[in-house]
């Protein structure tokens, strides 16, 4: 009788420890990557693209800087490739959803002098964990310097930055304005941008240059 008790015993844990199993597996929620994704893709239009000749127009698909010290720089177009941030905006037990928002690259090799050059155009579009909408922005990599360029201000001359017409030499650059190099305020290496040309002046007070775009 003994024997018989404790296999009744076993059966009724093994009965027990099925259940709660089952349980578990239909409360559980599937893992949503396990899932097919819901993407909305946001492409850059060509009014954006627009906004620098890098992307538009051929004649910018070769590039050449001088330098106060007697130094040219000129880089030749490479290739043009895209990317995609992508962020993720619900979850539910079948699927989940992402916004992708594209980047457009530029990659250049450099054919006189000895430096380097690339240019980015990217939507953002999305909002940070502040709530904060984060501009579509354009950057440039010119040499060691980095100047992060907002699409938004391009032409509004409110912006704190703005200068108006540029004069150089004997060309004329409406609606100009200059960013610094990493975005630091006390920077004194300053990049100057013009919608039809883009970056047309880098003034390094750290080693006393100014490059200037040869148009």
């Avoid at 994704?37 to 000749?53: G, K, M």
């Avoid at 010119?142 to 201000?153: K, L, P, Q, R, T």
């Amino acid at each position: 009788m003994k024997i018989i008790y404790e296999t009744k015993g076993m059966k009724l844990f093994l009965l027990l420890t099925l259940f709660v199993t089952l349980l578990q597996s239909c409360t559980k929620d599937p893992e949503p990557y396990n899932n097919v994704p819901i993407i909305t893709y946001y492409y850059l239009s060509a009014w954006q693209l627009n906004q620098t000749p890098y992307f538009t127009n051929p004649a910018f698909d070769t590039i050449s800087f001088a330098c106060n010290k007697g130094d040219t720089l000129t880089f030749v177009k490479t290739k043009t490739d895209t990317s995609w941030y992508c962020e993720r905006t619900s979850n539910n037990t079948s699927n989940f959803m992402q916004d992708c928002f594209q980047t457009i690259h530029n990659s250049y090799r450099t054919i006189k002098g000895v430096g380097s050059f690339d240019v980015k155009h990217i939507r953002k579009g999305y909002v940070n964990f502040l709530n904060y909408l984060v501009p579509n922005i354009i950057t440039i990599n010119f040499n060691s310097s980095y100047f992060v360029f907002a699409e938004s201000v391009i032409g509004d001359n409110t912006y704190k930055n703005f200068v108006g017409e540029l004069k150089i030499k004997n060309e004329t650059y409406a609606n100009s304005f200059f960013e610094y190099h990493n975005s630091n305020q006390t920077n004194n290496i300053k990049g100057f941008f013009s919608k039809p040309y883009g970056l047309i002046e880098i003034k390094d007070s750290i080693e006393n240059k100014i490059w200037l775009l040869n148009i």
